[in-house]
C-alpha cells in the first residue's frame, strides 16, 4: 500500500506540474496525509477475504503453503523487507517513461477525437417533416 501510494502521489505530482507548471508547496505534505487516512482506514480484513478465492483458483494448497515457507524463510524475510524499496524506486526510475507515454497517448486520442468530430455527419438543423 505504502508504494501504491508513493506511486500515485509521484504521478499526480507530475500531472500537477505539467498542467500548472508548478506543485503548491504544502502538495506532498497534504497528498501524505490523506493518503494517510485512505489507508488507516482501508478494510484490510474484507479485502483480504475478498481476495482468498483469486488466490484458490490460480494456487493450489501445497503452493500456498510454499509460498508461506519460502515468505517465512530468511530470503522471502528480506524479499518482504526489501520489496517495498525495490517496486518504489523501480516505479521512480519508471515514472517519467509512463509520464511521457500517457501524455502522448492522451494527445493522441484528443486528436482522434478531434478527427472523428470533423469526419462525423453533420446532424440536420431542420427535424424531419411527418
Known sequence: MQVQSQT??????????????SVPPEFDAHFKKTMDEIIRGMPVDEITEAMIPAYQKHFTKSEIEAMNTFYSSPVGQKVLEELPAVMREGAQAAMPIM?????????????????????????DPKPPQP
Do not use: H
Open 8 to 21: 500515485m502521489q509521484q504521478l499526480v505530482r507530475d500531472q500537477v506540474l505539467k498542467d500548472k507548471g
Open 99 to 123: 509520464s511521457k507515454y500517457l501524455s502522448e497517448w492522451n494527445d493522441r486520442m484528443q486528436q482522434e477525437l478531434k478527427e472523428m468530430e470533423k469526419s462525423a455527419p453533420k446532424a
